[in-house]
């Protein structure tokens, strides 16, 4: 069991000021929806997170510990599916897996996934977007780190393997606390425990489609 807590995070670019004041917390067995609109920062928060963009302040716990964000990566603390694609495009599906994966295990869960399975013989760069994602979410999910990070993983991907890959975040969760924000509403609350809303670079917890009203997310929103 794992357990992450935020207190905090803060973000400005030049005088605007992205994320004032979110927090919120996650543990193993949970997924966590992130909502908001678009320009809101919930790229630039999951970002912070995994250590790759600076923030003005990051003030958040792993087990009651203390972390940097520039530990997150050296120490495997959280994984993360960027919003656009990131593996190679000339390597064949099956070769990322056995270069990310020297453990039988982890291959397998990989390999013999229903929507995998079917792809491996292609190269990443023949894939289509939605097979891609859902191939990066799969891969990642096979890890060890504890906490997983996902950006817009539903985009692009047909309903089949949209329901395929909700199945598998359920399966994973298990062993994992899940952080994903998507514009496809409807499919991260299906998948999620627990959600959060960003307003106004304020976080607030919300539980149903009529809080993300209440919060005029889905007004005139495309996020």
Not at 182 to 188: E, G, K, N, P
Request: charged fraction near 25%.
């Amino acid at each position: 069991m794992a357990l992450l807590q935020l207190y905090n995070a803060q973000k400005s670019f030049g005088k605007r000021e992205i994320l004032k004041r979110v927090s919120f917390s996650v543990e193993t067995g949970e997924v966590l929806g992130i909502f908001g609109r678009n320009g809101c920062g919930k790229s630039t928060l999951l970002k912070m997170l995994f250590g790759t963009m600076s923030s003005d302040l990051l003030d958040f716990e792993i087990d009651g510990k203390k972390v940097n964000a520039s530990q997150v990566i050296p120490k495997q603390l959280m994984g993360y599916v960027p919003q656009h694609p990131f593996l190679p495009k000339s390597l064949k599906v099956r070769d990322v897996i056995l270069t990310c994966y020297q453990d039988e295990k982890q291959q397998d869960t990989v390999f013999y996934n229903s929507g995998v399975a079917k792809l491996t013989h292609k190269r990443v760069g023949e894939l289509s977007l939605g097979e891609l994602k859902y191939f990066e979410v799969i891969l990642l999910g096979a890890s060890t780190h504890p906490f997983l990070l996902f950006d817009e993983p539903f985009s692009m991907v047909d309903p089949m393997m949209k329901e395929n890959m909700k199945t598998f975040f359920l399966e994973i969760k298990k062993e994992k606390g899940i952080m994903l924000t998507d514009h496809y509403y409807d499919d991260v609350l299906q998948t999620t425990s627990k959600n959060i809303v960003i307003k106004d670079g304020i976080s607030h917890h919300i539980r149903t489609e009529s809080d993300l009203k209440k919060f005029e997310y889905l007004s005139n929103s495309r996020c």
